[in-house]
């Protein structure tokens, strides 16, 4: 492609609305334009580059036995009824009535849909398993959109469905997305890990989640320095010794504590540390109050608190007046010592006794509280967050803490969708069966963003060679000047008739333009041809990740540009 | 691909929700699947087919100089509201609001949205012009949704927008696209005609229509055999002598002719030919009522009349009341004369005199009417339907009257949308203009639909190669065969290796089964292996489109079989 007939209209401000570095390049590369709040267009740079990681998926996904369909955007509120999520999905879903009055919403994710489909077709356990997956655009209706594709309204995913007759097929279909997800991101040059994810009511390892590695991520992954060990924070599990037999302790006594609301107020206050203090928090769950318990310097997690009590929706803080009318007190004073509310207790505070504790008045703290003798603790159980520190669950060494974005998932949904919307089949001996699912979404767009969070220097984005709208740019510094066109082109033919999609930068501009816009666009090659290079029958190259540049002779180009090109790729580990 | 592995669910019943032939066909061959009204899932063979028209229209897109984008499917209503067309659209736009009470709908097209972002870039006619298309998804709420993917609510569309400095610019780019998508269709394998469309208040010439021929399109073509006149009926003009002077006529005579309310029952009663008696047709444009008048034996073209009166919606007949009211008398005796609305004549009723019309009174009409005479007639314009008979308005040859199926429309815009929206630049004396705008659509599911309703027989679909999923079926009769099963595979590998995609029925199944199945999902090229063919060292070959059947030797299969393929292809106009 020549860029003076191309359409990649480049900003040199950053623009207001971009929080994030991926969203900045991507507008002021000239890769998408916002069309309303979390709705953006892909302009032709952009779209390439979707289109490459979406081939790349394809490609894997074809090579992995699943079968590509295409599944309607608008679906029926009667199928989502039917699986129950209607009314649990919340305002994400976006429902309207069409012209007739029938209600309906835009697809945030196709397991109703594609339960429907089989469950019409299937009949015998011969016809399974089956993995049907589509590259699609969805919809899901962000309260506060941002990030540009990081988290969009509108965006494309692939998402697959595999129907299985029993467990060990589910589980060799669960594999074969997870090495097909592994092939993937290793082929698009991204620095990921696959880590353990809750998987909610399923449990079991049976949930991974693909993290593309990034200071910028908004997820918190630990991994295991020493052995194959990882998982997001919300799932790991922190390690607790067992609970031994604890001297006693004094009875319980209130004190004053005057506008200490917090941990840390409290612990300087009475001069004790954090870890003496116990954290009492208040959530509704489904509708009631609940209290759950961790030490004064760990934090909840909210994840695991949620599965321990089977909840269908998000837990949520109690508000001030919920806690006010469930303690007496104000936030900062909550207690669990004769609070008429269930109280659930992180497993380490079964290691010791003798806790600081809200009194449930204001202004009021208790010393000396023992759980075992003073509350009725529901149970102790692992509800805290992992923290620096940490051992690892498998091996005992040190825990590393790292950043990710989700871009990947893979689930063994079990019966759930099965079950509900009568999704069953006959088996070898006759009889009827639900099917067991599993379901595996990549984000293709958020791919594309992540890809420039974890690839980017202050010139601009830094694409992986599988990913970049180009893989070349070629750069004439003298576009008035016929030999310099002449040889530009003849080099342009080569590579593109070779498969390296190139960017010929033809225009009539200053060479500062050209370099700078060559940077901002992240072509991981950089030709540049003209001038005085020209002048001695060189070419210069760039290798955009490193920076590194250097020549390579007019006379025998395309042999030596070959090896210095596997060279580029390489530093990307890739072939 | 092998069949046993792929899920191709075929049906043999005809299933009854389906009227036309090639919404039959693509659900008993099991390309897709309803979900809803109007709304249907891909399954691999349909998605397979929808791409393969897709990689085609891409192809000849990109060579024309279009660049490829993706614009949203949700839009803002804003922008809608800014080009006006959110009052007119009428309820076919989806319309909905989200989680944040912002009015917003699903696009049915994107010229509001294609304009106003290149309303934000273009700045300097140096950038233009730029012809910006995409391939996606859209929503239109058809209030009966029918014909499976011919008139679906969710279809596929290529639409593109050029946008030019000057008329010159726009026209180049309205013939470059005309160019290209006749390209397209003969690379389809259809048989199709471009034919001059009616283009509403832009006029001339500047509106094509493309049309997959078939028995049972919607639209009607009259083409000329002499010449390259070809247009669709709605368009076509009426060729009419001029008017001469006309001898005087006796005074108009009211006349009784009770119960008489069709042309044919009063030409009947009167033993006149119907060509002797006026049609007075009462229509509403923009809610005024108006009235037409067109020889009896003539139809009035709704189109021509709606340009005519540059009526912003579309034209209807009045109701029964509408008509007592205007006219005193019943459905049936309408007449032109004394009538008190605005009367627009057909041109060809200037050439007589001494009519029969309508007597606005009921069972009554009036003899010798002289419309010049007797009625204050607005105009005399053509009006009326071409009909068999009719002469080319070029050459003057007898027009064919034919039926077609709308697959692809250019149209010349102007100024409506950049007008609407502002979407100026600045031209080379620094004056800012408009730009010039064309848009360009194609139907790329309905192509699909229509390749089948154009090309089908009693065992199915006869899918052009280049459309068809598979271009080879390769069955194996013998699939317990070790030999056959060894050939199979080396003449499933070699095919694949040479870019030919190939469905090798590899399934325990009757020979009787496979071929019925090959037949039903139309792939042009069918291969037979096994049986007594492997023991006289042949496969048997079927073109599916001719029926044909032949041998080819296995020693020495892939040169025959280079050249046998070559003829079937050429059978459908192909390379």
Not at 427 to 455: H, L, P, T, W
Request: glycine residues 8%; charged residues 25%; negative net charge.
């Amino acid at each position: 492609m020549r860029l003076s007939r191309y359409y990649a209209p480049t900003l040199k401000e950053t623009p207001a609305e971009a929080e994030v570095i991926s969203h900045q390049l991507l507008l002021r590369a000239g890769m998408i334009r916002k069309l309303t709040a979390g709705i953006y267009t892909y302009l032709p740079l952009g779209l390439k580059a979707l289109n490459n990681v979406a081939k790349i998926v394809r490609e894997e996904m074809d090579r992995s036995g699943a079968l590509e369909i295409l599944m309607p955007a608008v679906q029926p509120a009667d199928l989502w009824k039917e699986s129950g999520r209607w009314d649990f999905y919340g305002r994400e879903l976006l429902r309207f009535v069409d012209r007739h009055d029938r209600e309906s919403c835009l697809g945030p994710t196709h397991e109703e849909v594609v339960t429907d489909l089989v469950r019409h077709e299937i009949r015998s356990y011969r016809q399974l398993p089956v993995n049907l997956y589509q590259i699609q655009t969805k919809f899901r209706d962000e309260i506060r959109p941002r990030f540009g594709l990081m988290r969009g309204r509108e965006f494309v995913m692939k998402d697959a469905y595999s129907f299985d007759k029993d467990d060990a097929g589910a589980d060799a279909s669960y594999w074969g997305m997870y090495e097909a997800y592994a092939r993937i991101f290793k082929r698009l040059g991204l620095k990921f890990r696959a880590v353990a994810a809750d998987s909610g009511a399923i449990g079991g390892s049976f949930s991974h989640e693909f993290m593309v590695l990034a200071d910028t991520g908004e997820d918190t992954i630990v991994a295991c320095p020493a052995c194959d060990y990882g998982a997001n924070v919300e799932k790991a599990e922190a390690i607790c010794p067992p609970a031994g037999d604890l001297a006693p302790c004094p009875a319980a006594e209130k004190i004053a504590t005057p506008g200490q609301h917090t941990v840390e107020e409290v612990a300087a206050f009475l001069k004790v540390p954090a870890a003496s203090v116990i954290k009492t928090l208040l959530y509704v769950a489904d509708g009631k109050t609940v209290a759950a318990l961790v030490r004064g310097d760990r934090e909840l997690n909210e994840v695991k608190f949620k599965n321990l009590l089977d909840a269908k929706e998000d837990l949520r803080l109690a508000t001030p007046e919920e806690v006010t009318a469930a303690t007496g007190a104000p936030v900062g004073f909550a207690g669990p010592v004769g609070l008429s509310l269930p109280v659930y207790a992180d497993r380490e505070l079964a290691l010791a006794n003798d806790w600081v504790v809200g009194a449930n008045a204001a202004d009021a703290h208790l010393l000396h509280v023992d759980l075992g003798r003073d509350v009725n603790v529901v149970s102790f159980t692992d509800l805290r967050e992992v923290a620096p520190g940490d051992p690892c669950p498998k091996c005992g060494a040190l825990l590393d803490f790292t950043k990710g974005i989700e871009v990947g998932h893979v689930f063994k949904l079990g019966l759930k969708y099965s079950k509900a919307l009568n999704a069953t089949f006959l088996d070898e001996a006759g009889k009827e069966q639900f099917m067991i699912m599993g379901c595996y979404g990549i984000g293709v767009s958020r791919i594309v963003a992540s890809a420039i969070e974890q690839n980017h220097d202050d010139g601009g984005i830094v694409f992986p060679p599988t990913i970049a709208p180009f893989e070349a740019a070629l750069i004439n510094l003298s576009p008035k000047d016929e030999t310099a066109c002449a040889k530009a082109d003849e080099i342009y033919a080569a590579l593109t008739a070779a498969g390296i999609e190139t960017l010929l930068d033809d225009r009539d501009e200053r060479p500062g333009v050209k370099f700078k816009d060559a940077d901002l666009m992240g072509h991981p090659i950089q030709l540049t041809l003209g001038g005085k290079g020209l002048a001695r029958c060189i070419v210069e190259t760039k290798d955009r990740r490193t920076g590194e540049k250097g020549e390579l002779p007019l006379e025998g180009f395309f042999e030596a540009f070959a090896a210095w090109r596997a060279g580029v790729r390489a530093g990307w580990g890739l072939e």
